[in-house]
């Protein structure tokens, strides 16, 4: 077989052969991990919406996307309240892509909540999945969302030790929860979301 000569052209060819099978491959590759890399967000999503709502068996009435951008949010509406899938509108988090599920009650109180996907530093930002959880020195369970700060701003949230950038991203992201979820209430009637304004009811739901 003919060697082939080294000329520019010869060159441009096999680099562009070379570069329609590795975007084949990829391509394909691609194809076959999609559907399982969904099912998987899809089945941790599900888990949240348990876990922010403090109950295993979970009925979702309705779900409703508020918002754009980095400003979306997408509000699950529950026979046990609301789950809200939510990120710090305008992206403010140490390392970015922070995104969250919290629940919420009728009145806007926090029922729980779960870190989706963070970038932050490990052991300063990734705190947030246990500083504000019930037993976490800046605890926000049972507390209303929509106008949570940092002690620094004025508020009364103790922000996550050297990491008040991502405390404050967290927060607001919180916030925003409340905002979405206070805009579907809204434009509907809840579909049938269990009221749980009581405090008996979220004694039950979230054992305060």
């Not at 096999?14 to 998987?40: C, F, H």
């Not at 629940?103 to 990734?126: K, R």
């Not at 019930?134 to 508020?155: E, F, P, Q, R």
Request: aromatic fraction near 6%; charged fraction near 20%.
């Amino acid at each position: 077989m003919k060697k082939l000569e080294s000329t520019w052209y010869n060159m441009a060819v096999v680099l562009t052969l070379i570069a329609i099978v590795a975007g084949a491959a990829l391509a394909y590759v691609n194809s076959l991990t999609e559907g399982p890399i969904k099912a998987i967000a899809k089945a941790n999503e599900a888990a949240a919406i348990k876990a922010v709502l403090c109950a295993d068996d979970v009925s979702v009435k309705d779900t409703k996307t508020i918002g754009e951008g980095d400003a979306a949010a997408t509000v699950y509406l529950t026979d046990k309240g609301a789950a809200v899938k939510t990120s710090d509108p305008g992206n403010r988090s140490f390392g970015g892509g922070l995104v969250i599920m919290v629940g919420l009650d009728n009145e806007f109180h926090v029922l729980g909540y779960s870190i989706l996907t963070s970038n932050e530093t490990p052991g300063l930002g990734a705190k947030a999945g246990e500083w504000f959880q019930k037993d976490g020195k800046g605890s926000i369970i049972g507390k209303t969302a929509g106008g949570l700060m940092v002690s620094k701003d004025g508020g009364e949230i103790d922000a996550i030790t050297a990491s008040t950038i991502t405390s404050r991203a967290f927060l607001n992201a919180v916030n925003n929860a409340q905002a979405a979820f206070m805009a579907v209430k809204g434009q509907s009637d809840m579909t049938g979301a269990t009221s749980l304004n009581d405090k008996n009811v979220r004694k039950e739901v979230c054992d305060e």
